[in-house]
């Protein structure tokens, strides 16, 4: 990433403000002994602003930079002094967003562990296997997680909120050095279809990743942002990376609640907002505040746009959303503004700087604009790989994000889903994704999912799935009939079942192995 166009997006944001020569010193010195790992972005935003608040929980717990960084450093001492955890070892982390998710995930990469970053969703099961798979030396978990873990191996140590604690009152002396590799962070594939694979992220090395999210999302230093997507999902964990380097202050709540969300966003006078996109149509079934929030930036990833969501958001909250597709393979594609939504608002925008996206075709060709084709990414955080060993296609440095798009004429992208999720039904390719969008639009509709399943006479038919808005009431064969006006007659739905709400994992994707079970 070339140099002018980096110093140019920091000054814009805010980064390349002059500040006190002794701080502006000891936060360079930070990046240049400890890197761009977690460790190194907390280190550098507390000897610029020690004083600056870091974190504000919903219980009322309040740090500062300064003191955020120090109860990780305690919490690192002691994972090192009464666990033996030391460069290399995994720790697994299975927490809600609050301030001692953070100080653990910031502990291990100050002693170069990897920390696994589970996923509350998880069955026992499930979380037994990614024990085994991933060789957690120590697993610190959320109190309300304490009888999910009973199944696992007892020489696994477990630490709950209380022993977290004492790892932070009971540190010994001692001082941190930068230690002899970089703790990886492993993020947790979804796990929507199967069990989870985890993925190892690439440390930043330097200011090109901050500078690829800023120069098209704008934020800036020392912004008020509230992270509401799962801080263990690759989204939430971006927010918390880009709010270290911003030296913002961030506001978290443990779960998700629409009024209380919009409660603290009011309260806090938060300038951002980062969730995920069903999050938002949360937002909308409660009153906004009187007056609104100073909200400059809500920012989402982690699945596809429903239809409509866009616009109606930004009609009740302004032109200030934000829509970056990515995964924890590829970290981001593409990022859409609030101008892209409003002229389409399904697109997946345009790549940012310093990112490759092209649509080939299955023998890795370029396809014609507006034909469908797989999306394949390039960008200097592309994932390291499996910790199965296992990887992802590439071609030409570019690699696989395992869905299907086109882009149109003005270089916008639209994603039309998996490809493992199109349907052959009758020699004819279906993407439910398309079908999922239109049925979004009917008003007695409060969210929709579409997949595909076996047909004796088609090979695969259509099943659409809809939760309706309370009192509201739709007919089978109308919501056929809407679907035929529109679209093909093989995007026609055979099946129509009306559901309370859809099952969704803990970021927020619909659970398509749940909806199969309908039809054995």
């Excluded at 970089?182 to 929507?192: A, F, N, P």
């Excluded at 100073?294 to 009609?315: E, T, Y």
Aim: charged share 25%; hydrophobic share 40%; net charge neutral.
């Amino acid at each position: 990433m070339d140099l002018p166009f980096i110093v140019t997006t920091l000054t814009r944001r805010g980064l390349l403000t002059p500040g006190r020569p002794i701080r502006v010193a000891s936060q360079l010195s930070a990046l240049r002994r400890w890197g761009w790992s977690l460790a190194g972005e907390l280190r550098q935003a507390a000897a610029r602003d020690p004083d600056r608040p870091a974190i504000i929980d919903e219980d009322g717990v309040e740090l500062t930079y300064q003191r955020l960084l120090d109860r990780a450093e305690r919490t690192a001492r002691s994972l090192r002094a009464g666990l033996g955890i030391q460069a290399g070892d995994r720790i697994g982390v299975l927490c809600r967003n609050h301030h001692g998710l953070i100080e653990t995930i910031v502990a291990a990469t100050l002693l170069g562990a990897d920390a696994v970053l589970v996923n509350t969703g998880l069955s026992p099961a499930q979380l037994s296997t990614v024990a085994e798979e991933q060789r957690l030396r120590v697993l610190v978990h959320d109190d309300e997680f304490a009888e999910r873990v009973l199944t696992l191996p007892p020489e696994l140590p477990r630490l709950d909120e209380r022993a977290r604690e004492e790892l932070v009152v009971g540190a010994l002396p001692g001082e941190l050095h930068p230690p002899e590799r970089d703790g990886r962070i492993i993020v947790l594939t979804s796990g929507t279809t199967g069990a989870p694979k985890g993925a190892r992220r690439r440390t930043p090395t330097g200011f090109g990743p901050l500078v690829s999210i800023i120069d098209r999302i704008p934020l800036h230093t020392r912004d008020r942002v509230m992270i509401a997507a799962p801080i263990f999902h690759t989204w939430g964990f971006a927010a918390l990376q880009v709010c270290f380097a911003l030296r913002a202050t961030i506001v978290l709540h443990r779960r998700f609640d629409p009024a209380a969300t919009v409660a603290a966003l009011a309260d806090h006078r938060c300038d951002a907002l980062f969730a995920v996109p069903v999050m938002l149509q949360r937002l909308l079934e409660v009153p906004p505040p009187d007056p609104r929030p100073p909200l400059k930036v809500v920012a989402v990833s982690g699945s596809a746009l429903p239809g409509g969501l866009a616009p109606r958001f930004m009609d009740v909250y302004g032109d200030v959303m934000y829509n970056l597709y990515g995964s924890t393979e590829v970290s981001w594609a593409s990022i859409a503004g609030p101008a892209d939504l409003r002229a389409a608002p399904t697109t997946a925008g345009r790549a940012p700087h310093g990112t490759r996206l092209e649509i080939l075709d299955a023998a890795g060709a370029p396809v014609p604009v507006g034909h469908v084709g797989r999306i394949f990414v390039g960008n200097e955080m592309l994932f390291e790989g499996y910790t199965s060993g296992a990887s992802r296609e590439t071609r030409d440095g570019l690699l696989d994000t395992g869905d299907l798009g086109r882009l149109n004429a003005d270089g916008l992208l639209f994603v039309d889903g998996r490809a493992d999720d199109m349907i052959v039904s009758g020699g004819e390719n279906v993407f439910p994704s398309e079908v999922e969008d239109l049925l979004a639009r009917l008003p007695q509709v409060r969210e929709a999912a579409v997949i595909g399943v076996p047909d004796p006479e088609f090979g695969q038919r259509l099943a659409a799935f809809l939760a309706l808005h309370p009192g509201e009431t739709l007919d089978p064969e109308a919501v056929r009939e809407y679907v035929r006006h529109y679209l093909a007659r093989y995007s026609v739905p055979r099946d129509v079942v009306f559901v309370k709400y859809l099952p969704r994992n803990a970021t927020g994707k619909v659970l398509t192995r749940e909806l199969r079970r309908y039809f054995g």
